[in-house]
C-alpha cells in the first residue's frame, strides 16, 4: 500500500486526475482499519475529497478508536473534518461521540492558532452535528466534559446556544442538516454597495428557495476576490485599510451570512485570481 500511497501523491503533484482516480479506485476496496490512518492523512494533506470519502466506510466501525489516534487532530483540516461528521454513512455514530471529536480538535488546534481561530472552526464544526438529538441532560453533560472544559468560554456558550435555536427551531432536521450540499442548487450574485463601505451583498438570483435566506451583506476589502468553493464562500486577499495587500482569506457561510477567518495565504493577493474545483 505503501507504493500506492507514493503514486497517488505523486499524480496529484503532478495534476494527473486521471492517475489520481485510477488509485482511488484501486484503494476504494482494499482499506483497512490497519492501513487507514496513512490514506486519511494523505487525503487531508491533499485536500482531496474523494480520497477522504471512501475512507469514512472504513472509520465509521471504529470511530471512537480511529478519532482518539494521537495523529488524528494533527493531520485533520477543519473542512474535511466536517465533510466527514456530516456523512450519511456515519448514522450509527452517536451525535455526542461527534460532538467530543470537534471539542478534542478545537482544543489541539489551540496549541497552534489564536483563540478567534479556534472560536470560529468550533462555530462551523458544530453546523455539521445535529444538536436536536441532545437531551438537555446530555446537552449539560458536554458543556460539563473535560474536552469542552479545555475550550474558551465562548465555545461552550455556542454550544448552548446552537443547541437551543435547533431544538426551537420549526425547519425540518432533512433540511438544516444538509445546508451545505444544498448550496450548489443556487445561483448567488454579489456586488459591491454604492457608499464605499466595502461591504458586499449576496443574493440568490433565482430566488426560487424558501428554506434559507441568501440575501445578505459582510464586510471586504478592496481588490479582493470572491470564489465559491466546497458549499462555502471565500473572500481572499485584497488590500488592508493601510493600503497593503493582504494574505487573509476570510470564509463567509451562504445561509448565515456568518463570517470567519481561515489559514492565510502563503504570499499576499490582490486583484482578480481564480479557483477551481474538480
Same mark, same amino acid.
Given at each position: 500500500?505503501?507504493?500506492?500511497a507514493s503514486?497517488?501523491?505523486?499524480?496529484?503533484?503532478?495534476?494527473?486526475?486521471?492517475?489520481t482516480?485510477?488509485?482511488i479506485?484501486f484503494?476504494e476496496?482494499r482499506l483497512?482499519?490497519?492501513n487507514?490512518e496513512?490514506?486519511?492523512?494523505?487525503?487531508?494533506?491533499?485536500m482531496?475529497c474523494e480520497?477522504?470519502?471512501i475512507?469514512v466506510?472504513?472509520?465509521?466501525?471504529?470511530f471512537d478508536?480511529?478519532?482518539?489516534?494521537?495523529?488524528f487532530?494533527?493531520s485533520?483540516d477543519?473542512?474535511?473534518?466536517?465533510?466527514?461528521?456530516?456523512?450519511?454513512r456515519?448514522?450509527?455514530v452517536?451525535?455526542?461521540?461527534k460532538?467530543?471529536?470537534?471539542?478534542?480538535?478545537?482544543a489541539?488546534?489551540?496549541?497552534?492558532?489564536?483563540?478567534k481561530?479556534?472560536?470560529?472552526?468550533?462555530k462551523?464544526l458544530v453546523e455539521?452535528?445535529?444538536?436536536?438529538?441532545?437531551?438537555?441532560?446530555?446537552c449539560?453533560s458536554?458543556?460539563?466534559?473535560s474536552p469542552?472544559k479545555?475550550?474558551?468560554?465562548?465555545?461552550?456558550v455556542?454550544l448552548?446556544?446552537a443547541w437551543?435555536?435547533a431544538?426551537?427551531s420549526t425547519?425540518?432536521s /432533512? =433540511?438544516a442538516?444538509?445546508q451545505?450540499?444544498?448550496? *450548489?442548487?443556487?445561483v448567488?450574485t454579489?456586488? %459591491?454597495? &454604492?457608499d464605499n463601505?466595502?461591504?458586499?451583498?449576496?443574493n440568490?438570483?433565482?430566488?426560487?428557495?424558501? /428554506? =434559507?435566506?441568501?440575501k445578505?451583506?459582510?464586510?471586504s *476589502?478592496?481588490?479582493c476576490a470572491?470564489?465559491f %468553493?466546497? &458549499?462555502?464562500?471565500y473572500?481572499?486577499?485584497?488590500?488592508d485599510s493601510?493600503?497593503c495587500?493582504?494574505?487573509? =482569506?476570510?470564509k463567509?457561510?451562504p445561509f448565515?451570512?456568518?463570517?470567519?477567518s481561515?489559514?492565510?495565504m502563503?504570499?499576499?493577493?490582490?486583484?482578480p485570481?481564480?479557483?477551481?474545483?474538480?
Amino acid at each position: 500500500m505503501s507504493n500506492v500511497a507514493s503514486l497517488f501523491l505523486l499524480s496529484t503533484t503532478l495534476g494527473c486526475s486521471t492517475l489520481t482516480s485510477g488509485c482511488i479506485e484501486f484503494l476504494e476496496h482494499r482499506l483497512s482499519e490497519e492501513n487507514v490512518e496513512i490514506f486519511w492523512t494523505i487525503a487531508n494533506a491533499t485536500m482531496n475529497c474523494e480520497l477522504m470519502s471512501i475512507c469514512v466506510p472504513v472509520t465509521a466501525g471504529n470511530f471512537d478508536g480511529f478519532t482518539s489516534r494521537s495523529t488524528f487532530n494533527t493531520s485533520t483540516d477543519a473542512e474535511i473534518l466536517a465533510l466527514m461528521l456530516k456523512d450519511d454513512r456515519l448514522y450509527d455514530v452517536p451525535e455526542d461521540s461527534k460532538l467530543r471529536v470537534i471539542a478534542s480538535w478545537c482544543a489541539a488546534a489551540a496549541e497552534e492558532e489564536d483563540t478567534k481561530f479556534q472560536v470560529d472552526c468550533f462555530k462551523d464544526l458544530v453546523e455539521s452535528i445535529n444538536l436536536k438529538k441532545f437531551s438537555m441532560e446530555a446537552c449539560a453533560s458536554l458543556y460539563a466534559s473535560s474536552p469542552m472544559k479545555g475550550l474558551p468560554e465562548e465555545c461552550r456558550v455556542c454550544l448552548i446556544s446552537a443547541w437551543m435555536s435547533a431544538k426551537t427551531s420549526t425547519r425540518p432536521s /432533512d =433540511v438544516a442538516s444538509s445546508q451545505r450540499n444544498a448550496f *450548489r442548487d443556487y445561483v448567488v450574485t454579489y456586488q %459591491f454597495r &454604492d457608499d464605499n463601505s466595502k461591504a458586499l451583498l449576496f443574493n440568490d438570483a433565482l430566488e426560487e428557495k424558501t /428554506d =434559507v435566506n441568501l440575501k445578505f451583506e459582510v464586510p471586504s *476589502r478592496p481588490g479582493c476576490a470572491v470564489t465559491f %468553493f466546497k &458549499d462555502s464562500i471565500y473572500i481572499i486577499g485584497g488590500r488592508d485599510s493601510d493600503g497593503c495587500a493582504s494574505s487573509k =482569506v476570510d470564509k463567509v457561510n451562504p445561509f448565515s451570512g456568518d463570517i470567519s477567518s481561515v489559514s492565510p495565504m502563503n504570499v499576499v493577493r490582490f486583484f482578480p485570481c481564480a479557483a477551481a474545483n474538480n
